[in-house]
């Protein structure tokens, strides 16, 4: 029996064109998906089991790292629930891989969201909706604002 989480991988459409680039962006990035890879051991764990290409049990991917067992296996069981990893039960052993199609998706979105939204360098062409004279605040942005404005009145 496999285990998956889905990564929630949301289209650069999904949001709409008139909408602020920071709520396109925050659209597009899943929390879930950073917090799972914001701990250097989690990371490190993800990027052994990839250079192993194949499904790997906890013992297989643990045994390069100075972390113990326990501790290796609640990390693989975060990243499975971010939908980074998959897991398969074999018997007593739990095999662990990499949902490379997902993950490989979800950074692209990331990528074409940000190519959409920011602002090219100094001295490149403008392209996308977010050209400069079109900035816009987000309504959470503008809801933040009122309120200091309230606090300091």
């Known amino acids: 029996m496999s285990k998956k989480a889905a990564i929630p991988i949301p289209s650069p459409e999904s949001v ?14 899943p929390a879930s998906f950073f917090k799972a890879l914001g701990d250097p051991n989690r990371v490190a764990l993800l ?18 790292l100075p972390i113990d067992l326990s501790v290796v296996s609640r990390h693989l069981a ?6 980074i990893l998959e897991s398969e039960k074999r018997g007593k052993e739990v095999l662990y891989f990499v949902r490379y199609q997902e993950v490989a998706s979800l950074l692209r979105t990331i990528a074409d969201s940000i190519e959409q939204c920011c602002p090219p360098a100094p001295g490149h062409k403008a392209v ?26």
């Open 16 to 29: 709409p064109l008139d909408s602020c680039c920071s709520d396109r962006l925050e659209n597009s990035i």
């Open 47 to 64: 990027a052994r089991l990839a250079v192993c290409g194949r499904p790997a049990t906890v013992s297989e991917i643990a045994c390069c």
């Open 78 to 83: 975060q990243l499975r629930e971010a939908g």
């Open 128 to 153: 996308g909706f977010c050209k400069p004279d079109q900035t816009q605040k987000s309504p959470q942005a503008q809801k933040r604002k009122q309120s200091v404005r309230r606090i300091k009145s």
